[in-house]
Each structure stands twice: as structure tokens, then as C-alpha cells.
């Protein structure tokens, strides 16, 4: 994979919620600036998927929703870790309960479930098991538990699509290595707890090292602990062992010689076997995870970016395509001779306004929505069956929408059918500014869209009527031009 199709963990955690938020209610009605956005640049199809994810109305709060996120798992491994140093004690004061500390049975409960988890995590590693996607049964158990948590930690409307995309990066390379480094790090502050621990009590209190066994015999013990000790002495930890020594802490005899030499042993113990191992594993995971996230891509088999596939192809221009057509201004339309009846108001894609609305002063004749393909042909239908051209069509758009050459060819094919002048009644503009959007450039596209089609726009507030907006339809609608 190229690195130009790499992406960070945030712009795949929110392209990954807009996909999953997509893939269940289709996508948003207001997503054309975004689309656009993405479209714009050449990269490759998982770039144009984060730059239309970042640039889509309300991501804002997603974003701040997955930093949240963030600082709640840090917290969550801080507390884990704590938990691990809380055990590690426990564990160490369980050993030295007693003046007379068994050597064998402290050796295990140091050691044994940080050795099973380490064996059970290479054996994970080596065979490549939990890469998969999760089962149908168990990925709807775990979206149903993300959706019914997600109100409770964060604060979007898409709160639970984040914790199951956040569920789903865990079952990516970089967020399998991130858990490895979490288990590992859990281990190792629970063997320093734990050392720490046996440190402190070896250092104010006196205890006898021994060891007992009821089924091997002392050879087998000699060998055993010859095995333990052989490294430790390559690495110049512990002097070497003699037999007579090591047999002399069988059942507490002559122990006292030797009490700071079995106290080190066990020590050592802990800190070879036990947390070295934990260290390297734990460096080794950091290292991938970071090698992981420098590969970090979207899955672009999952359907809801297949079918964001076409939308995002990267947009030309005439100046890079010679057979593209030039957008050019037709003449301006005229009031037509013959014109009578009442103007006709016809929408496209609105947002907000109730249907059908009002201009005082201004009697209109509703023609219908032109939400989809069907409402669009009923309305042609209608138009072209008209006896007498009307005074104007009124067509009324919402800013929240970016015009395309969609809207354009729908509103030049509707002045045709009516033989009228296209007058845009543009609205929505208070709730394009509640979202930060340039309002202006806005309102400049859609002037030019009306230019296009020889027409006119007008910005209009049916919740604050403005006179002057009123008396220009007026003028426009009765002939007199501007």
C-alpha cells in the first residue's frame, strides 16, 4: 500500500462512523459541498473518503466526540495499570504471608498467569487468529451494546457509530498491536509492583527461603533449578549453584546461610523470566503499532464506500479536459406576450420550509416538490400540458444545498415546459450561517446558476419577510427588469 493512501486513526475512526451512520440511513441530503470537497483532489479514493468525511455538516461534533474517546482510554489504561500495580502488591504480600517463604509456591504466583497470557499472545501473534471480522451474531451484539453505551460517554447524535468504529479499529493491525501494548504494559507494572514489594520486605524483615516437593526427588529438583539458574548466571546476575547449597533449603536445613543469596534468586527470577520478556514484547508491539499506523487505510470493499466510489471521482476542468462542455450564461429570459394566470411556485430539495409557503401579496399556483427523479418528471409533465405560459416560475431553493449541474438542467428544462422566466426564491440562509458555512459564496453560486438558466435569484426568510425582497418578485414577476 502506498503511503499517499495511508490516513490517521482520527480520519479513519470519523470516515468509518460516517460510514456505518450512512450504510444504516442512507446518505445525508446536505452532503454536496462534501462530496465536491473529496472530488476536488487527485489522491487516491481512501484520501477523497476523509476529506469528504471531514468536510460534511456536523462532523465537528464527531471529531470532538473521537478526541473524548481518546482521553477516555487513556484513562481507562492509566486505571488498568494502577489495578496491575494493586495486584502485583497483593500478589508479593500474599508470598511473604510468613517468616518461612516457600520458594517454589512464590515463584509461581509471581510468574505463572504472566507466563500463560505471554504463551496465549505469541501463540495469537504466530498463528494470525482474531484478524478476521467478527461473526454476523457477535458484530450485531457488539454494534447493539456500542449504540446503547455511546449516549452514556459521549455527546453526537452519531456517539454510538463511533464506539463501533473505534471497536472495529481494535480489529485492525495497528489496534491489535496497541492492545498487545496495553496487555504487555499491564504485566510489567504488575511485576514491579511485585518487585518492588518483595524488595521492601526482604529489606526490614528476616524470612527463611525453602522449598518442598512430594513427588520429585531431590535430583530432579537440583536439575530443575540448575535450568532456572544456568541463564541468570550467563547474564551475571546470581555466582553458581551448588548442589549441596541448593539442598540445604529443602525443609528450611541450614538455610540460614544462604537466606540473601535464595532471596536474589527469586528475584532474578522474576525479572528474566518474567518481566524481560514482557519488556521486548512490549517494545516489539509499540513498534509495529507504529509502523501500523503509518499504514493505517479504509477497507474500500465495504459497501458504503463502493458506493461513494463513483461520486468521488476526481472532478476536470475544461482546462484539463478539451470535450468538456463550457457553462456558459443563455439570454435572459422574457415575460411572455401571452402570459396569464397566476405565477406558478414550484421546490427543489428542500430542507426546512414548510410546504407549501407563502408570499404576501403574492398570489402563486403550487405546482408540486422536485425532491427525486419521479417528482421531477410529474412536474415537466404538468408544465408541458399548460394551455398559457404563466406570468413567472417561481422556483424555490434552499442554501443548504450546493447547486449542481443536476439542479441546473431540472430548472432550465422547467422554464422550457412553461415557456416562463425562472425566478430562484433562495432560503435557508439563517440555518447555512448557524453552520459556519460561507454564506456568501453560497449565495453567489446560485446567482450564477440563475444567470445560466436566464433567470433570477432572490434570498427570502419566510420567518422574517422582507418588503423589499417582496417588491422586487413583484416586479420581476409583472416584467419590469433591473
Excluded at 103 to 120: D, E, I, N, S, V
Excluded at 346 to 354: G, K, T, V
Aim: charged letters at 20%; a neutral charge; aromatic letters at 6%.
Amino acid at each position: 500500500m502506498s503511503r499517499s493512501e495511508a490516513v490517521s486513526i482520527g480520519d479513519w475512526l470519523l470516515a468509518e462512523t460516517v460510514r456505518l451512520a450512512e450504510e444504516r440511513d442512507g446518505r445525508r441530503r446536505d452532503d454536496h459541498v462534501a462530496t465536491a470537497t473529496g472530488a476536488s483532489t487527485e489522491t487516491g479514493l481512501v484520501r477523497r473518503i476523509a476529506l469528504r468525511a471531514r468536510a460534511l455538516p456536523g462532523t465537528d461534533a464527531v471529531r470532538a466526540d473521537i478526541a473524548r474517546l481518546a482521553r477516555l482510554s487513556c484513562l481507562f489504561a492509566g486505571g488498568l495499570l494502577i489495578l496491575a500495580a494493586v495486584a502485583g502488591v497483593l500478589a508479593a504480600t500474599a508470598s511473604v504471608d510468613a517468616r518461612q517463604i516457600d520458594f517454589l509456591l512464590a515463584a509461581t504466583a509471581m510468574l505463572l498467569m504472566p507466563t500463560l497470557m505471554l504463551a496465549g499472545w505469541l501463540a495469537v501473534v504466530i498463528t494470525g487468529a482474531g484478524r478476521g471480522a467478527s461473526g454476523s451474531i457477535a458484530g450485531a451484539l457488539l454494534a447493539a451494546a456500542c449504540h446503547r453505551l455511546g449516549p452514556l460517554v459521549l455527546t453526537s447524535e452519531y456517539s454510538g457509530d463511533i464506539l463501533e468504529a473505534a471497536g472495529g479499529f481494535l480489529r485492525t493491525a495497528p489496534g491489535r498491536w496497541l492492545l498487545g501494548c496495553l496487555a504487555h504494559a499491564f504485566w510489567i507494572a504488575y511485576l514491579i509492583a511485585a518487585l518492588v514489594t518483595l524488595v521492601l520486605y526482604f529489606s526490614v524483615v528476616q524470612y527463611d527461603l525453602i522449598w518442598g516437593t512430594t513427588l520429585l526427588n531431590d535430583t530432579t529438583m537440583v536439575a530443575l533449578f540448575n535450568g532456572l539458574a544456568n541463564p541468570l548466571i550467563a547474564l551475571g546476575l546470581m555466582q553458581p549453584v551448588e548442589p549441596e547449597w541448593l539442598l540445604a533449603a529443602r525443609e528450611g536445613t541450614g538455610v540460614g546461610d544462604g537466606r540473601g543469596r535464595w532471596a536474589w534468586f527469586l528475584l532474578a527470577i522474576i525479572i528474566v523470566y518474567g518481566l524481560a520478556p514482557r519488556i521486548l514484547a512490549l517494545i516489539a508491539s509499540a513498534a509495529m503499532a507504529t509502523i501500523g499506523r503509518w499504514r493505517l487505510t479504509l477497507d474500500t470493499t465495504q459497501p458504503g464506500y463502493l458506493r461513494l466510489a463513483g461520486s468521488l471521482a476526481p472532478t476536470t476542468t475544461p482546462a484539463t479536459n478539451d470535450h468538456a462542455p463550457a457553462r456558459t450564461n443563455r439570454a435572459p429570459r422574457n415575460r411572455p406576450a401571452n402570459a396569464q394566470g397566476r405565477p406558478l411556485l414550484l421546490a427543489i430539495e428542500l430542507e426546512h420550509e414548510p410546504w407549501p409557503p407563502t408570499i404576501a401579496g403574492i398570489d402563486l399556483q403550487v405546482v408540486g416538490r422536485a425532491d427525486d427523479r419521479a417528482g421531477r418528471e410529474q412536474i415537466l409533465a404538468a408544465l408541458q400540458a399548460l394551455d398559457a405560459p404563466p406570468p413567472a416560475l417561481l422556483v424555490l431553493c434552499s442554501l443548504l444545498r450546493t447547486p449542481d449541474q443536476g439542479h441546473e438542467r431540472f430548472i432550465d428544462r422547467a422554464a422550457d415546459a412553461a415557456a416562463a422566466v425562472p425566478l430562484l426564491v433562495l432560503t435557508d440562509g439563517t440555518a447555512l450561517a448557524r453552520r459556519d458555512a460561507n454564506v456568501d459564496s453560497r449565495r453567489a453560486d446560485w446567482q450564477a446558476l440563475a444567470a445560466r438558466v436566464g433567470g433570477k435569484a432572490v434570498e427570502f426568510d419566510f420567518g422574517y419577510p422582507d418588503a423589499a425582497a417582496i417588491a422586487r418578485l413583484q416586479r420581476w414577476i409583472a416584467g419590469y427588469d433591473e
